[in-house]
């Protein structure tokens, strides 16, 4: 391993590292299984998003402190969306991120509870971003429009409707389903350092382009990795949109195309930040990670 790739991947276990920090902050004084599950929930993960948001920040000066509430804020719903996601009534998954989901470990209304006040930290944390207060309202219309209806919640109900659906998604369908249900929380972290700084117009939508991009082929990288993963390396089940019938990337394009797909969204996605010239790499570099990842 070069020294600049162990370098970049030291900054980003950093991120991940502080992004967490506000959330163990704003818990430490609760006690009782719901907090200990908003704790266990937040535990595991990659910290894409708050990568994200912490990385695109710096390419606008906003330091890690200043950005940690802001990329904290997203993982929490984020975590949010993972607990709720794997109840029974939705995926009814037993394993996420190698351990038990929140509901095994503890019950069904824990996890309900823990999920719901996850998602009410993440607005509380939100007060804490170091910005002006146009800037921090700005960011909270935009989370709540990312994670609501028009969002991560509308894209999933979509998704539940399709199960039930005479006729399988289209492509276009799909496409649009998955802005809402990833795409969205991903958009948000990507453009929140340049709402933090207030920046003009054209740097705020070539980050909207580097995350819509970037979502979609998250999402396309999910899809290939329920067909090809392992669930040692994934932490959770496999195997279960092909066994539900479920409509994918993988299912109408096939994996090689679907593949090709992602690698030429993540092209687009990269291209979009030359604006930003040699400040953009991490950026850079965790797209490409986001198709080549086995977890
Ligand atoms: C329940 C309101 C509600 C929404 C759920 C995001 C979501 C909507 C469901 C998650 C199901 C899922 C596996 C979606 C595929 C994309 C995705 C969000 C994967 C998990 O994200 P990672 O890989 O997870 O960033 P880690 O564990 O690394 O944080």
């Not at 004084?29 to 599950?37: I, L, M, N």
């Not at 991560?152 to 109900?157: H, L, N, W």
């Not at 669930?231 to 959770?236: E, I, L, S």
């Amino acid at each position: 391993m070069s020294d600049g790739l162990a370098d970049h991947r030291a900054a980003l276990a950093l991120d991940a590292e502080l992004a967490l920090a506000p959330i163990e902050t704003a818990l430490a004084a609760q006690e009782g299984p719901v907090a200990d599950a908003m704790r266990y929930a937040v535990q595991g993960g990659k910290a894409i998003r708050a990568v994200l948001v912490m990385e695109g920040a710096l390419l606008f000066g906003i330091d890690r402190a200043m950005s940690a509430p802001a990329a904290a804020a997203i993982e929490a719903i984020h975590a949010y969306s993972l607990i709720h996601d794997d109840l029974p009534c939705m995926d009814d998954d037993d394993m996420r991120r190698g351990k038990p989901t929140v509901h095994r470990k503890w019950d069904e209304a824990t996890a309900v509870l823990a999920g719901d006040a996850l998602q009410a930290l993440a607005f509380e944390l939100i007060c804490d971003a170091v910005c002006p207060d146009t800037a921090r309202l700005a960011l909270v219309r935009g989370l709540s429009r990312a994670a609501g209806v028009g969002g991560m919640v509308g894209g999933q109900a979509q998704d539940i409707a399709a199960e039930s659906a005479a006729a399988p998604l289209t492509l276009d369908e799909i496409t649009g389903l998955q802005a809402g249900k990833t795409g969205a929380l991903i958009c948000w972290a990507a453009t929140a350092g340049a709402v933090m700084a207030q920046a003009p117009a054209s740097r705020v939508r070539a980050l909207q382009t580097y995350g819509e991009c970037l979502g979609l082929a998250f999402q396309i990288a999910d899809d290939i990795l329920d067909v090809e993963g392992d669930a040692v390396m994934t932490g959770k089940a496999v195997g279960k949109d092909a066994a539900a019938g479920k409509a994918t990337f993988v299912s109408l394009l096939g994996l090689d195309a679907a593949r090709h797909r992602a690698t030429s969204l993540v092209d687009t996605a990269c291209d979009a930040l030359s604006v930003f010239g040699e400040e953009a790499q991490s950026l850079q570099a965790l797209a490409r990670f986001v198709i080549s990842r086995q977890n």
